[in-house]
């Protein structure tokens, strides 16, 4: 099991004093192959104010579209009781699609299955424009963080998985240009990157999670000053 690196979350992203209440946000880990397993993973442009250079997972805060968009398939039982025991089933269906949604517009990947085009608005129009309908039944719940307080930026953050099977298309496009560089990385070359801790940790969840599909889902988060790791079943 990976060990969370404490104080480098801390210098990943210094604290600045302001009161920031943490905002929902959803992660997706794509993954392909068995013998040598690989991550998409991609690096965040400099400029950024949060994690800026870092390589990191696409995801992003969920939006108000994310809870009214349709979808091929709803999540695994395992995987919706679960969310479900951390927050309502219309929120934890909206995260899975945000993790889904902010894949395709950082990286152009679409996991879904094909439909007609319809005429849609807001953030899923081009998702639906290309012929898809994202598919939630392939999910897989890895992680969940939130980022300590303090910081510029804070998010309640849930850590998805999904095999590159069920994408449309296996390769990235340059996506929205958030990510200045997108690849598929061996986990073991994906660790020599410059990552945010949470990224290393949950990049070792994936590895124990190909292995173990049953593992305890691990819980991120600091209380009374000290970063805490929680397992639940």
Do not use: C
Not at 137 to 164: E, H, W
Not at 227 to 232: I, T
């Amino acid at each position: 099991m990976t060990p969370f690196d404490a104080a480098q979350d801390l210098a990943d992203a210094p604290r600045t004093g302001a009161a920031q209440r943490p905002k929902d946000a959803a992660t997706l880990i794509l993954t392909r192959g068995s013998a040598r397993p690989e991550v998409l993973m991609g690096r965040r442009a400099p400029g950024h104010v949060f994690m800026a250079s870092k390589w990191v997972f696409p995801g992003g805060r969920v939006d108000r579209s994310d809870f009214t968009a349709a979808s091929a398939g709803d999540l695994p039982p395992g995987v919706a009781r679960r969310l479900e025991g951390e927050l309502p089933a219309r929120r934890a269906r909206a995260l899975a699609l945000t993790a889904v949604r902010e894949t395709f517009e950082e990286t152009g990947l679409i996991l879904g299955r094909p439909a007609p085009s319809a005429n849609v608005a807001g953030p899923w129009r081009e998702y639906r424009q290309a012929g898809a309908l994202p598919d939630l039944s392939v999910l897989s719940y890895v992680a969940r963080a939130i980022t300590p307080p303090g910081r510029t930026r804070r998010f309640d953050a849930r850590f998805f998985m999904a095999p590159a099977e069920a994408l449309l298309s296996p390769e990235p496009t340059a996506g929205s240009g958030e990510l200045d560089e997108i690849a598929w990385l061996p986990l073991d070359q994906a660790r020599a990157q410059d990552l945010p801790a949470i990224t290393r940790f949950v990049l070792g969840e994936v590895a124990g999670r190909l292995a173990d599909s049953d593992r305890p889902l691990p819980f991120v988060r600091m209380v009374r000053g000290r970063h805490v790791v929680e397992h639940r079943d």
